[in-house]
């Protein structure tokens, strides 16, 4: 099973920006990688994701423009630059990584991600 580590998070001010890594134990090959958010009291969020199988991204509406994700094959890790920030964007960051040879495209169905490789997760805090 892929192990997942997700690093990059802490405090930061309103504006100010973040570089969230999630770098996995072997190969992503094949895989889609996407990142989740959960603050308190709320329900998870899709909120980034790539395919390695055709390079597409997709990107939730809350953070389109402002968010980036990004791919280093080399280093079997997903980065996701996080700019802009606002105060709700607190929350744990959550990355998943799941195997799929062939799939095109990538999105934020629940239940896709039921059998990723999923890390432990990143805290990230916006706030003055």
């Known amino acids: 099973q892929l192990r997942i580590v997700e690093s990059g998070g802490g405090l930061v001010q309103p504006g100010g920006s973040l570089t969230l890594s999630c770098a996995a134990s072997g190969s992503l090959d094949y895989y889609i990688v996407a990142w989740f958010r959960q603050a308190p009291g709320k329900e998870r969020e899709g909120i980034s994701c790539i395919n390695n199988n055709d390079d597409s991204v997709n990107s939730g509406d809350s953070v389109k423009g402002r968010f980036t994700i990004s791919w280093d094959n080399a280093a079997n890790t997903v980065y996701l630059q996080l700019d802009n920030l606002e105060p709700e964007d607190t929350a744990d960051y959550y990355c998943?990584?799941?195997?799929?040879?062939?799939?095109?495209?990538?999105?934020?169905?629940?239940?896709?991600?039921?059998?990723?490789?999923w890390g432990r997760g990143t805290q990230v805090t916006v706030s003055s």
């Open positions: 998943a990584a799941l195997h799929w040879p062939g799939y095109r495209g990538c999105g934020f169905i629940p239940g896709y991600y039921a059998r990723a490789a």
